[in-house]
């Protein structure tokens, strides 16, 4: 069974330019989660979706960030404009489904580098 | 306030020496979960095991164990004679109840373990 696919594993742009990520998830998990790690600190949830539905986006910064998934397979995680503090490894997961207990599984991530 | 504090930044064993990472979680819900994830340098962090608030019980799988006490608030995980493949970032994670559909984890800041041969 094929794992998370993310794409680009890595990037690099400079401040105030736009950048995108993609995440296909494990064929047939309907939820879907992308988490920011920042060096040296554990993941944090920016968003997470329910086939195309956002669940919780309570941690997203709207003002740059964005997500979707629009046919409720594959998502993409867009920053615009970016600032230096986004320098980060951004990480997708899935899950079977909404629950407390879920297993999730993780893709390699993006190493973002804002300069 | 840290729900989920991992208070050892690094550990530095030398193989086949017992290591015991702490986790210890804050929440006031009655039903959550615990959750121990590796990640390794490739990057991807790998699910190694789930409690949940009911059941105590300590849990061995191989040369890992688990012990989760809800009177101190801690799940700590121990790996008996370590090997330089256990070399890792190992996370604890917290699932809450409350303002929780969809079982987003709270992880902890992480403990980096070298195991040197």
């Known amino acids: 069974e094929a794992g998370v696919a993310q794409s680009p594993r890595y990037k690099i742009i400079e401040k105030r330019q736009s950048v995108a990520f993609w995440c296909n998830p494990i064929s047939g998990h309907a939820t879907l989660y992308w988490y920011q790690q920042i060096l040296g600190q554990g993941p944090k949830l920016l968003i997470q979706f329910q086939n195309n539905g956002v669940v919780d986006d309570s941690q997203l910064p709207k003002d740059r960030f964005s997500a979707e998934r629009l046919k409720g397979v594959d998502s993409t995680l867009k920053i615009q404009p970016a600032k230096l503090e986004d320098s980060a490894v951004y990480l997708c997961?899935?899950?079977?489904?909404?629950?407390?207990?879920?297993?999730?599984?993780f893709g390699p991530g993006t190493r973002l580098t804002v300069l | 306030a840290q729900k989920v504090t991992q208070a050892q930044t690094e550990i530095s064993v030398v193989e086949k020496e017992d290591v015991t990472l702490d986790c210890v979680y804050e929440?006031?819900?009655?039903?959550?979960?615990l959750f121990w994830y590796k990640q390794p340098p490739s990057g991807e962090l790998v699910f190694l095991i789930r409690?949940?608030?009911?059941?105590?019980q300590n849990e061995i799988s191989g040369r890992y164990s688990w012990n989760f006490q809800k009177s101190t608030s801690s799940f700590n995980f121990t790996i008996t004679a370590s090997q330089v493949v256990d070399s890792a970032v190992y996370f604890c994670a917290l699932s809450e109840e409350r303002n929780n559909q969809g079982g987003k984890l709270i992880f902890g800041q992480g403990t980096e373990l070298s195991v040197k041969p």
């Open positions: 997961a899935s899950s079977t489904r909404l629950a407390l207990n879920n297993e999730q599984f």
């Open positions: 409690r949940n608030s009911f059941d105590e």
């Open positions: 929440t006031r819900d009655t039903t959550y979960y």
